[in-house]
């Protein structure tokens, strides 16, 4: 296994930095406007979603696979790679009833009671930056194994980050009056996920083996997977004013399908 300061993980930490910086990219780009475009937002979650879901399942899970397979052999390989998506299902469907993941209107934000605004946006911001640290590992572990898979993780999360970073600062802006503590509010949220993938490295480097990298790659793939059903296509289907979730989606694994072709 790589040391933390090696060039390979370096330049997984900086895709996975990266991808969680696009909060604050969603936070300047709100704080310019004096009104979203729901239907721009729709299709990019809805993008996000259909990236996320077909890396997850076309390269993340089988990598698990075979992975797995090399140590267990092929069937229980593919067994114990099931048993480990599911598990990543679990852990969310944990961390959602731990720290409830909430994504406010923005347009209704404006007419709340201060206080009540300022509450929320300290549960939206602390919310989403706990949901953001398994995508910082699903990021940096990808891009670890294979830097085309990385990268492509890392445009779909993105995507996703953008309007959460909508998420976290339109509260915040409205409950402090500034525009820094809102754009700070969504860096501290981006942050997360770097801060997880350092965290996870850390943990799992000593033990890092083959059926070690199979598991982490099983639960990832679920983890993921979840989170663009549970989170990012219901979420673009509120901001649709039509089809746009399923061409979003479609486009969405379009682009990373060519992309992993190209990059391959």
């Known amino acids: 296994m790589s040391g933390l300061f090696s060039p390979d993980v370096l330049v997984a930490l900086g895709v996975s930095a990266s991808a969680g910086l696009a909060t604050v990219l969603g936070s300047l780009f709100v704080l310019r406007m004096d009104r979203t475009n729901s239907h721009h937002l729709a299709i990019a979650l809805a993008f996000a979603g259909g990236a996320m879901v077909y890396v997850s399942l076309v390269e993340i899970f089988p990598k698990s696979a075979a992975a797995l397979g090399e140590v267990h052999g092929a069937k229980a390989g593919y067994a114990w790679t099931t048993l480990a998506f599911f598990c990543g299902i679990g852990l ?123 598991v982490v790659f099983g639960i990832l793939s679920g983890t993921m997977v979840f989170l663009a059903l549970e989170e990012l296509l219901p979420a673009a289907k509120r901001y649709a004013q039509g089809r746009e979730t399923a061409y979003g989606m479609v486009a969405g694994m379009a682009v990373v399908a060519l992309s992993l072709v190209l990059l391959r």
């Open 92 to 214: 969310l469907v944990l961390l959602d009833r731990l720290v409830p993941n909430p994504h406010p209107d923005v347009a209704a934000t404006s007419g709340r009671d201060k206080a009540a605004v300022a509450r929320m946006s300290l549960l939206t911001t602390a919310a989403i930056t706990a949901h953001n640290l398994p995508e910082g590992l699903a990021t940096f572990f990808a891009t670890l194994d294979d830097p085309a898979v990385g990268a492509s993780l890392a445009i779909a999360i993105a995507l996703h980050n953008v309007p959460e970073g909508v998420s976290v600062a339109v509260p915040v802006y409205f409950a402090t009056g500034s525009r820094w503590k809102a754009v700070l509010a969504s860096l501290v949220s981006g942050l997360a996920e770097p801060l997880g993938a350092i965290l996870s490295y850390i943990v799992l480097a000593p033990f890092m083996s083959p059926a070690t990298l199979g």
